[in-house]
């Protein structure tokens, strides 16, 4: 089953065209990020996801259902970490959790709960107001996970987190996800998208101009890798005709190779190994996230106005 799957889905503020006939899959299982810059619709798209915004054209089903017309028997599939979550100041920690529990008519146990997210007893005993911004984060994603739900919505999950937090969110997302959750995870720090996420779809004004795995994009923006070797001598092995390397050059007493494929890499040492080429020292550098990112929300994007047609969502998606 796919777990979300909106078809043309559209959302207009006045002029402002906020989602512009968004055609989205995301399969049940997987992590997915969801990326976009500023103003790209990310939040509107999952507000609709939630119901909590009606669209204006075009339908959305979240598990198989109806995002309409199942609003009240989702909510109870569904756990939600919404970007800038309304805390209750007086309300300790431990009550908030209490509280979800109960409306969710879950049995989850509030202490496993705060640990998995890393409050401790005395933490959940403070009255949230007192609470630091990445403290009110852990709460959030503890109350998101509340009931065991079958697809968790994290809109900017690490907003405040410190990086003991992010890892700590990290690794819950892989163990939600191990345990059959599908993850929508809408973020700006690309390399928490890239550490945690199996695919990524990149929205920009409304519209989806990618979905791929974060290597697939790579490779679709013509964003490679480069291998530096530094061996004791010419290794007279033909370097250029290895699988998926593009070029190679003699830099600064290093080999420079050029890869479109990350994976060549590893070919190019193990044919070195194999030809009893002593290396001495190796670096390598994969275009990052961002680097993708910025080819596709930029300038048109990749390919301009061909880019929608470059990555055929139907495709990818069976
Ligand atoms: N209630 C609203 N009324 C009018 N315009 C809105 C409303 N909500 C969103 N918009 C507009 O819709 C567009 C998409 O906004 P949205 O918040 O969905 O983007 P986003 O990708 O989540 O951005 P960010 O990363 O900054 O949170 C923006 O131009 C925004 O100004």
């Given at each position: 089953?796919?777990?979300?799957?909106?078809?043309?889905?559209?959302?207009?503020?006045?002029?402002?065209?906020?989602?512009?006939?968004?055609?989205?899959?995301?399969?049940?299982?997987?992590?997915?990020?969801?990326?976009?810059?500023?103003?790209?619709?990310?939040s509107?798209?999952?507000?609709?996801?939630?119901?909590?915004?009606?669209?204006?054209?075009?339908?959305?089903?979240?598990?198989?259902?109806d995002?309409r017309?199942?609003?009240e028997?989702l909510?109870?599939?569904?756990?939600?970490?919404?970007?800038?979550?309304?805390?209750?100041?007086?309300?300790?920690?431990?009550?908030?959790?209490?509280?979800?529990?109960?409306?969710?008519?879950?049995?989850?146990?509030?202490?496993?709960?705060?640990?998995?997210?890393?409050?401790?007893d005395?933490?959940?005993?403070?009255?949230?107001?007192?609470?630091s911004?990445?403290?009110?984060?852990?709460?959030?994603?503890?109350?998101?996970l509340?009931?065991?739900?079958?697809?968790?919505?994290?809109?900017e999950?690490?907003?405040?987190?410190?990086?003991?937090?992010?890892?700590?969110?990290?690794?819950?997302?892989?163990?939600?996800?191990?345990?059959?959750?599908?993850?929508f995870f809408?973020s700006?720090?690309?390399g928490?998208?890239?550490?945690v996420?199996?695919r990524?779809?990149?929205?920009?004004?409304?519209?989806?101009?990618?979905?791929?795995?974060?290597?697939?994009?790579?490779?679709?923006?013509?964003?490679?890798?480069?291998?530096?070797?530094?061996?004791?001598?010419?290794?007279?092995?033909?370097?250029?005709?290895?699988?998926?390397?593009?070029?190679?050059?003699?830099?600064?007493?290093?080999?420079?190779?050029?890869?479109?494929?990350?994976?060549?890499k590893?070919?190019?040492?193990t044919?070195?190994?194999t030809?009893?080429v002593?290396?001495?020292?190796?670096d390598?550098?994969?275009?990052?996230?961002?680097?993708?990112?910025?080819?596709?929300?930029?300038?048109?994007?990749?390919?301009?106005?061909?880019?929608?047609?470059?990555?055929?969502?139907?495709?990818?998606?069976?």
């Amino acid at each position: 089953m796919t777990a979300i799957r909106t078809t043309d889905l559209t959302k207009r503020f006045g002029d402002v065209v906020a989602v512009d006939g968004l055609d989205l899959r995301v399969r049940e299982g997987e992590v997915f990020g969801f990326l976009g810059p500023n103003g790209a619709g990310k939040s509107t798209t999952i507000d609709m996801l939630l119901d909590y915004v009606r669209p204006t054209d075009g339908t959305a089903t979240v598990l198989g259902m109806d995002v309409r017309e199942d609003s009240e028997a989702l909510r109870e599939r569904v756990g939600v970490l919404p970007d800038g979550i309304g805390l209750y100041d007086r309300l300790t920690g431990r009550r908030h959790l209490e509280f979800a529990i109960e409306w969710t008519d879950a049995a989850d146990d509030p202490d496993a709960i705060l640990d998995r997210v890393g409050l401790d007893d005395r933490d959940a005993a403070r009255s949230v107001g007192d609470y630091s911004k990445g403290m009110q984060q852990r709460l959030a994603l503890g109350m998101a996970l509340v009931g065991d739900p079958d697809l968790l919505v994290l809109d900017e999950p690490s907003s405040g987190l410190d990086p003991h937090g992010i890892r700590r969110m990290r690794d819950l997302v892989r163990e939600e996800a191990e345990r059959g959750t599908t993850v929508f995870f809408s973020s700006h720090i690309l390399g928490q998208v890239e550490a945690v996420c199996d695919r990524v779809g990149i929205l920009a004004d409304g519209a989806l101009v990618a979905v791929d795995t974060v290597e697939g994009l790579r490779k679709t923006v013509g964003a490679g890798s480069e291998l530096r070797l530094r061996v004791t001598e010419d290794p007279g092995v033909d370097i250029a005709a290895i699988d998926g390397v593009e070029l190679v050059r003699s830099a600064d007493g290093f080999l420079r190779v050029a890869c479109s494929d990350p994976r060549a890499k590893a070919r190019v040492v193990t044919r070195l190994t194999t030809a009893g080429v002593e290396i001495l020292d190796v670096d390598s550098d994969d275009a990052s996230l961002e680097d993708v990112f910025t080819a596709y929300t930029t300038n048109g994007g990749v390919g301009n106005t061909e880019s929608e047609a470059s990555v055929p969502v139907e495709e990818v998606v069976p």
